[in-house]
């Protein structure tokens, strides 16, 4: 006889590599009712991997948590499409939430999501604003970016708009077992994010939903060049406007020679909170 699972709302998907602290200060900012999502980590063969008993001595046993373990370290684009099918195979979800280790939600982040979703059919991924913060220097700045589908398109050529640790998407929205490509190291959320853009509308909510971690030893600082150059495959790539998709490409690659600690010092002046 076959079995089902209970319906939820949805699963908030998780990379992890060795940082239980980051882990365990993000699972203590998710609110939501605890029947309605389940929790879906997936650790990237850290050297002590992570057990359910390391996670319930901090968070609520009422938290459905699933932990995938990698046998060695794969990258995050392996680890998350491994958690992506995994999730479409439980096939009783309506969205899929991200969140990253050391990133924390305000209070009303999910039942917002949802609910946005639920009164908006026509919407496949949501966003929001969200806080960049260093807190180390406790240093941060706001990142601001439109929020309707025909400015986002457009702004899509210059930036990422959806940052991924803000996101939610319809499980439905995903389409010929589509993951996130492993042609873009360090840009896979930019690659998948633009396919949505081409399938249906998205959208920002613009409230500042989400604090975002500054890692100076994390993917976007550390594999900085790599990123940009990633980013600008994905612009020629998926950009339809001609003149707008070589301002993009013209725009990262003024990046690529601009040290980031400039660019930090120009967003604290600009955006600081």
């Known amino acids: 006889m076959k079995s089902y699972l209970p319906k939820i709302d949805f699963y908030l998907l998780i990379p992890f590599y060795n940082n239980l602290p980051g882990l365990l200060h993000s699972l203590q900012s998710v609110q939501y009712d605890a029947d309605k999502y389940t929790v879906v980590i997936v ?35 392996i680890a998350l499409n491994t958690g992506l099918q995994w999730i479409k195979k439980q096939n ?11 990133d924390t939600c305000s209070a009303d982040r999910f039942y917002k999501q949802v609910d ?42 210059f930036r990422n708009i959806f ?12 389409t010929n077992n589509e993951l996130y490509p492993d042609t873009y190291p360090d ?8 396919r949505f853009l081409q399938q249906g509308e998205t959208a920002i909510i613009p409230e500042f939903l989400v604090t975002c971690e500054i ?16 980013r600008i495959k994905v ?9 707008l998709r070589y301002l993009g490409v013209f725009k990262l690659r003024l990046l690529l020679i601009i040290p980031y600690n400039i660019i930090f010092s120009i967003k604290k002046s600009l955006y600081g909170v």
Request: proline fraction near 4%; include cysteine; aromatic fraction near 10%.
């Open 235 to 243: 612009v020629k790539e998926y950009g339809r406007n001609r003149v």
């Open 92 to 102: 009783n979800a309506r969205f899929i939430a991200r969140l990253d280790c050391g």
């Open 215 to 230: 890692n100076h030893k994390g993917i976007s600082l550390s594999s900085r060049k790599k990123q940009l150059n990633s």
């Open 163 to 174: 940052i991924h640790p803000t996101v939610m998407w319809r499980c439905d929205a995903m």
């Open 43 to 77: 650790d990237d063969g850290s050297r002590e991997p992570i057990t359910l008993a390391d996670i319930y001595k901090e968070i609520s046993r009422d938290v459905s948590i699933e932990i995938i373990q990698l046998p060695c370290n794969k990258g995050i684009t």
């Open 116 to 157: 946005f979703l639920d009164q908006h059919p026509r919407i496949n991924l949501v966003g929001s604003w969200c806080i960049f913060k260093d807190h180390h220097s406790n240093a941060a700045y706001r990142y601001i970016t439109p929020t309707r589908h025909k400015k986002i398109k457009r702004g899509m050529h």
């Open 187 to 194: 840009a896979e959320d930019y690659g998948f994010f633009y």
